[in-house]
């Protein structure tokens, strides 16, 4: 069988890993930056912590905050969810999921029986004991002793997260990886736009006739089969920022490893790709495929651009 690509890429190993349990969050995985408003009687901090890497993870209650000095000393007690009598803590960790943001404020309180120390960083330590600083815009008064309410926590915010759309999305493939008699191809999603949007599922391809833009593309046998070969499962969420890729592998086997009856082989010239809810694209790509049952196979996309578990 001759098989022929249109489009180049990366090539990568084909490896298969069952799907991982979620993990408790880093935050040595985190980006982050603050913003500070006053109010009466004191400032307001809020933070907004980005996840950099894959898969998503759980954010733990656990997470200590504390202020520090532009030496980056510690000032006062850290504070956690457990220790903030105002705020619900949660059976078990809040899922950061498709949101790959959580947004944290901090209340300080100002009053005459106040002793204050100005705070230019706020540490962030998870539960494995890693600590990222988090550098203020500006000095923050933070009382350390007296009589008045010192600082506390708000609730965790976990923003939704902005989908991608079609138009934000070039679609390409990559080059192919055989193995054992079936070759894979990355079928790659980047984001073309200026904004970072969100991007998950399992994209359905249907093999079809046309080797040109412009071709008739009547389908040629079934769309490829949802097969669960990364560690993210069937497309857990993506983070996409701009120019970033994500991608799903589509493998096509060899039409000889079936029987005649079974098969009965046909060429394809194109591909259509379909996400849903965000977009169909037409794609070039030429080989041959069962009619009769499904000899083309897709996983759920992943970052990057190989296909496979990053």
Same mark, same amino acid.
């Given at each position: 069988?001759?098989?022929?690509?249109?489009v180049?890429?990366?090539?990568?190993?084909t490896?298969?890993?069952?799907a991982?349990?979620?993990?408790?969050c880093? #935050?040595?995985?985190f *980006? =982050?930056?603050?913003?500070? +408003?006053?109010r009466?009687?004191?400032?307001?901090?809020?933070? &907004?912590? $980005?996840?950099?890497?894959?898969?998503?993870?759980?954010?733990s209650?656990?997470?200590?905050?504390?202020?520090f000095t532009?030496a980056?000393s510690?000032?006062?007690?850290?504070?956690?969810?457990?220790?903030?009598p105002?705020?619900?803590?949660?059976?078990?960790?809040?899922?950061?999921?498709?949101?790959?943001q959580?947004?944290?404020?901090?209340?300080t309180?100002?009053?005459?029986?106040?002793?204050?120390?100005?705070?230019?960083?706020?540490?962030?330590?998870g539960?494995h004991?890693?600590?990222?600083l988090?550098?203020?815009?500006?000095?923050v008064? #933070?009382?350390v002793? *007296? =009589?008045?309410?010192?600082? +506390?926590l708000?609730a965790v915010?976990?923003?939704?997260?902005t &989908?991608? $759309?079609?138009?934000?999305?070039r679609?390409s493939?990559?080059?192919?990886?055989?193995?054992?008699?079936?070759i894979?191809?990355?079928?790659?999603?980047?984001?073309?736009?200026?904004?970072?949007?969100?991007?998950a599922?399992?994209?359905t391809?249907?093999p079809?006739?046309?080797a040109?833009?412009?071709?008739?593309?009547?389908?040629?046998?079934?769309?490829a089969?949802v097969?669960n070969?990364?560690?993210s499962?069937?497309?857990?969420?993506?983070r996409?920022?701009?120019?970033?890729?994500?991608?799903?592998?589509?493998?096509?086997a060899?039409?000889g490893n079936?029987?005649?009856s079974?098969?009965?082989?046909?060429?394809?010239?194109?591909?259509?790709?379909?996400?849903?809810? &965000?977009?169909?694209?037409w794609?070039?790509?030429?080989?041959?495929?069962?009619t009769?049952?499904?000899s083309?196979?897709?996983?759920g996309v992943?970052?990057?651009?190989?296909?496979?578990?990053?």
């Open positions: 069988m001759l098989i022929s690509l249109f180049g890429g990366l090539a990568s190993e490896t298969v890993a069952s991982a349990a979620v993990p408790t880093n #935050v040595l995985r *980006g =982050a930056s603050s913003s500070v +408003s006053t009466p009687g004191g400032t307001t901090v809020r933070l &907004v912590m $980005t996840s950099r890497y894959f898969p998503t993870c759980d954010w209650y656990g997470t200590k905050y504390q202020f532009s980056k510690a000032i006062g007690s850290p504070l956690d969810f457990r220790s903030s105002t705020v619900a803590v949660p059976v078990s960790p809040w899922p950061v999921n498709d949101t790959f959580v947004v944290q404020s901090i209340t309180e100002e009053g005459v029986r106040c002793t204050q120390k100005s705070a230019a960083f706020v540490g962030v330590t539960p004991g890693a600590r990222i988090i550098r203020l815009p500006g000095s008064g #933070v009382c002793s *007296g =009589a008045t309410k010192w600082s +506390s708000q915010v976990f923003p939704k997260p &989908v991608c $759309t079609a138009s934000a999305l679609v493939m990559g080059r192919a990886n055989g193995a054992a008699g079936t894979y191809y990355p079928v790659v999603f980047t984001n073309v736009s200026a904004k970072a949007c969100q991007l599922g399992v994209p391809v249907q079809t006739t046309g040109t833009s412009g071709a008739l593309h009547a389908l040629v046998g079934p769309t089969a097969r070969e990364s560690s499962g069937y497309g857990d969420a993506v996409l920022v701009p120019k970033a890729q994500a991608s799903a592998a589509y493998g096509v060899e039409t079936f029987t005649p079974q098969c009965v082989a046909a060429n394809f010239k194109s591909l259509e790709v379909t996400l849903g809810g &965000v977009g169909s694209w794609v070039a790509l030429a080989g041959s495929t069962c009769l049952l499904a083309t196979s897709v996983t992943v970052p990057g651009s190989s296909g496979l578990t990053p």
